[in-house]
């Protein structure tokens, strides 16, 4: 973590914590210890601050001046088009990946986030929203799985109440594509927010992005959720090829019937994986994804920077 407990010489004689909640490059928005939210600009060039991060700073003429950035516990990380590494958010518990009737779901990407969480360690929620549009198939199979999944209409409030509870306590990051309706179950969970979510005039169903970074709001029973910006395409961080069926928690068990320790359930013979997908245990949808994150992250290995 290269940024992480960096201190610049000497504490600022006025030095205090406070939370970053927004950050936009060399300017963030900050919290103070009475969540009153002020701008602060980052001291220093090497600083970098993201949504979520615990920080000291120091109120000056105009706004406040970020001096350092805590420690992080974990990192939300993700290879941008250059295969370099940006961080989305920072301290987070639980990973939120919101799927929805429309726009059509994009399995793959939902898969390479549910993997990112696990291979981060934080806890899971699948939220199907729009539940008054119908029903998902992928919600089925992520239930099979093992994941929490749980079905809610921001529109109609069906479901919001075990949604809210599933959140309490957790600083949870609310993820997936652009239009499925993150912030607008922001607004649901939280009385008098009033977060710009996408008009419904968006003809294509491509859905422009309406969010453009991360925020992190106050639940009304304790946590916090971070509204994050949808994307077309997310891949977690690079990882040991040998790790990432770490990411599918289905494939546990039947990796300790392979022959070889190094098996990556390719084309090794004996390979327990191979063996639940052809008896059904493993969907091979699930295996095809596997397939194809394993491939991306040799991928991103032999990219420079990556
Ligand atoms: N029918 C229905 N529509 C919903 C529901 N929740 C959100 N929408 C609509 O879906 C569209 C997208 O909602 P947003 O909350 O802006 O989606 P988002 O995920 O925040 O999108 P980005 O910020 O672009 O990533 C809006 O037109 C919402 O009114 C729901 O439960 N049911
Ligand atoms: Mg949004
Ligand atoms: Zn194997």
Same mark, same amino acid.
């Not at 596997?290 to 040799?298: A, D, G, K, N, T």
């Given at each position: 973590?290269?940024?992480?407990?960096?201190?610049?010489?000497?504490?600022?004689?006025?030095?205090?914590?406070?939370? *970053?909640?927004?950050?936009?490059?060399?300017?963030?928005?900050?919290?103070?210890?009475?969540?009153?939210?002020?701008?602060?600009?980052?001291?220093?060039?090497?600083?970098?601050?993201?949504?979520?991060?615990?920080?000291?700073?120091?109120?000056?003429?105009?706004?406040?001046?970020?001096?350092?950035?805590?420690?992080?516990?974990?990192?939300?990380?993700?290879?941008?088009?250059?295969?370099?590494?940006?961080?989305?958010?920072?301290?987070?518990?639980?990973?939120?990946?919101?799927?929805?009737?429309?726009?059509?779901?994009? #399995?793959?990407?939902?898969?390479?986030?549910?993997?990112?969480?696990?291979?981060?360690?934080?806890?899971?929620?699948?939220? $199907?929203?729009?539940?008054?549009?119908?029903?998902?198939?992928?919600?089925?199979?992520?239930?099979?799985?093992?994941?929490?999944?749980?079905?809610?209409?921001?529109?109609?409030?069906? %479901?919001?109440?075990?949604?809210?509870?599933?959140?309490?306590?957790?600083?949870? *990051?609310?993820?997936?594509?652009?239009?499925?309706?993150?912030?607008?179950?922001?607004?649901?969970?939280?009385?008098?927010?009033?977060?710009?979510?996408?008009?419904?005039?968006?003809?294509?169903?491509?859905?422009?992005?309406?969010?453009?970074?991360?925020?992190?709001?106050?639940?009304?029973?304790?946590?916090?959720?971070?509204?994050?910006?949808?994307?077309?395409?997310?891949?977690?961080?690079?990882?040991?090829?040998?790790?990432?069926?770490?990411?599918?928690?289905?494939?546990?068990?039947?990796?300790?019937? $392979?022959?070889?320790?190094? $098996?990556?359930?390719?084309? #090794?013979?004996?390979?327990?994986?191979?063996?639940?997908?052809?008896?059904?245990?493993? %969907?091979?949808?699930?295996?095809? %994804?596997?397939?194809?994150?394993?491939?991306?992250?040799?991928?991103?290995? #032999?990219?420079?920077?990556?």
């Amino acid at each position: 973590m290269p940024d992480a407990g960096r201190r610049l010489r000497k504490p600022h004689p006025e030095s205090r914590p406070g939370r *970053v909640v927004a950050s936009y490059g060399r300017r963030v928005l900050i919290e103070d210890e009475q969540r009153k939210r002020l701008n602060c600009q980052l001291k220093g060039r090497r600083l970098k601050a993201v949504c979520g991060d615990q920080v000291e700073w120091y109120p000056d003429s105009h706004n406040g001046v970020v001096t350092a950035i805590a420690a992080r516990r974990n990192e939300l990380r993700r290879p941008d088009s250059r295969g370099r590494v940006e961080i989305l958010a920072a301290n987070i518990s639980q990973l939120v990946v919101v799927i929805a009737p429309t726009p059509p779901v994009d #399995e793959f990407l939902a898969d390479r986030y549910l993997a990112a969480a696990r291979l981060m360690g934080a806890d899971i929620l699948v939220v $199907c929203n729009k539940s008054d549009l119908g029903n998902i198939d992928l919600a089925d199979e992520y239930r099979t799985v093992g994941y929490p999944v749980v079905s809610v209409s921001a529109r109609t409030s069906e %479901s919001m109440a075990s949604l809210a509870t599933a959140l309490t306590g957790h600083t949870s *990051v609310l993820v997936g594509q652009s239009g499925v309706g993150k912030s607008s179950l922001s607004n649901a969970l939280i009385p008098g927010l009033t977060v710009a979510t996408q008009k419904l005039s968006t003809a294509t169903g491509e859905g422009k992005h309406t969010t453009s970074t991360a925020i992190l709001h106050h639940l009304p029973d304790g946590g916090e959720i971070i509204d994050s910006p949808g994307v077309r395409d997310f891949a977690p961080p690079p990882t040991e090829l040998k790790r990432v069926d770490f990411g599918f928690p289905e494939f546990d068990q039947p990796v300790r019937e $392979c022959r070889f320790n190094d $098996c990556l359930h390719l084309k #090794e013979p004996q390979c327990g994986v191979r063996a639940a997908v052809d008896r059904g245990e493993i %969907s091979a949808r699930r295996y095809r %994804s596997y397939r194809e994150l394993l491939h991306l992250m040799r991928k991103l290995k #032999e990219t420079p920077g990556g």
